[in-house]
């Protein structure tokens, strides 16, 4: 790691959170549920485009939105080359991913649900 690890504090955490339906909205994906945490971020995404491509999407618009904040220093990194990323084939798969995000990370922080 050439730089400390980046922390989303609670002002942090709104920003990303804030930017996830940005983007779902501009390429016409759904966001079904988030969480943003202190030092990553869960997401479930209908979306006709394979999991990488959201998640840099999601990676693009936050640290945008993060930028826009001014609270970083320039050349600021904040996420790691990749992530984890899954295909949900079934509406259970589905069901279980947002159970898992919204409830089972401890304590709830930055939180979108959407009601489907």
């Known amino acids: 790691m050439r730089q400390a690890p ?5 002002v942090r955490r709104e920003v990303v959170l804030a930017a996830f339906p940005e983007v779902c909205s501009h390429r016409e994906w759904t966001l079904l549920a988030s969480h943003v945490r202190t030092s990553h971020v ?6 006709c485009q394979t999991p990488e491509r959201v998640m840099n999407a999601f990676k693009c618009y936050a640290s945008r939105a993060l930028e826009q904040l001014g609270v970083d220093s320039p ?3 904040r996420w790691a080359r ?19 995000v919204i409830c089972e990370q401890g304590e709830r922080m930055a939180v979108y649900e959407a009601q489907w």
């Open 6 to 10: 980046y922390v989303l504090d609670a």
């Open 42 to 47: 869960h997401a479930v995404v209908e979306a």
């Open 75 to 77: 050349g600021r990194r």
């Open 82 to 100: 990749h992530g984890s990323t899954r295909y949900l084939w079934t509406r259970e798969a589905v069901s279980a991913a947002v159970r898992y």
